[in-house]
């Protein structure tokens, strides 16, 4: 299905209120993760505002797509997609990583409902959603599911048992998306463990590869729709993606990976997020 002008250049303005709602959010926090959910707004407007079939009214309706958050640490940007898609209000999201908040730096099932899984651990998120994709398949169930998991993570023994048994199964229902960003807390992720030639390795065990710019948003749905014609074995799309998108002064740092901005850093991100999405500073909050 080809996207409009008009459907296109409203998942990038989701994409850019969800950039500013994640400056916001970790200013108040004073602590989290920026370069990782910045870099997935796109990722996470394209799921809530297009991909997923869901109803924020009602997050346990039976016929909702699974989407799981592997790499729990960039669940800002999950947060603030679900608040802009109207799971709770906006203002919410100020709460991030307070005692007794609904939203936590990693996100927990039973806090706040349209969340699939509690993540923290990387490596375990693949396993989850692809013993949730076996299970619906037993049940007769048409839901998808898809799993947003880091490059990172895929230096976990886990993610590789998960990989294993999804394409023994044949998990047709299942789409993982990889945000390959190329970074980690302690550098870029070729130098602390090299990952090369991760498509090879996900084909040699019977899946099914696609690789995409994960900040084009059309190019990212295009894929999903692809996955979607597979029916012989489960898909990864590598998104590959810009840590920090959005604020160029931090763009490929992986010193942002887990440090949140100060109250004047995010007075100057929001500045450069506006400026970039072709808005004068101030126009909406």
């Known amino acids: 299905m080809t996207l409009t002008d008009k459907e296109v250049s409203m998942l990038e303005k989701k994409a850019e ?10 200013v108040a926090a ?84 349209g969340l699939e899984t509690t993540s923290g651990p990387l490596g375990s998120g693949l396993s989850q959603a ?17 799993c947003m998991m880091s490059d990172g993570e895929q230096e976990e023994g886990n993610t590789w048992e998960a ?16 945000d390959r960003n190329n970074i980690q807390i302690d550098g870029m992720t070729e130098e602390v463990m090299p990952l090369e030639p991760i498509a090879d390795k ?22 999903v729709e692809e996955a979607k014609a597979i029916y012989e074995k489960p898909t990864l799309i590598i998104a590959h993606t810009i840590p920090g998108k959005g604020v160029p002064e931090i763009e490929f740092d992986y010193r942002w990976h887990g440090k949140p901005p100060t109250k004047e850093e995010g007075k100057r991100f929001l500045k450069e997020i506006r400026t970039l999405g072709g808005r004068v500073p101030g126009d909406y909050a």
């Open 30 to 113: 004073g602590s989290g993760h920026t370069a990782g959910p910045l870099g997935l707004a796109d990722i996470f407007a394209a799921f809530y505002f297009h991909i997923l079939t869901h109803d924020p009214r009602n997050p346990d309706w039976e016929g909702r797509d699974r989407l799981l958050l592997s790499n729990g640490h960039t669940v800002p940007a999950r947060y603030a997609a679900m608040a802009h898609a109207g799971y709770f209000p906006v203002a919410e999201c100020l709460t991030l990583r307070k005692f007794g908040s609904r939203l936590q730096g990693h996100p927990e099932r039973l806090r706040l409902p």
């Open 202 to 223: 996900y084909r040699a065990f019977n899946w099914h590869v696609l690789e995409v710019n994960g900040n084009d948003i059309a190019a990212f749905i295009t894929k």
């Open 17 to 26: 209120e969800i950039r500013e709602t994640i400056i916001n959010m970790l």
């Open 163 to 178: 990989a294993m048994f999804s394409g023994k199964y044949a998990l047709s229902n299942l789409t993982a998306v990889m």
């Open 130 to 146: 692809a013993g949730t994709a076996y299970a619906l398949r037993m049940d007769g169930k048409k839901n998808r599911v898809y």
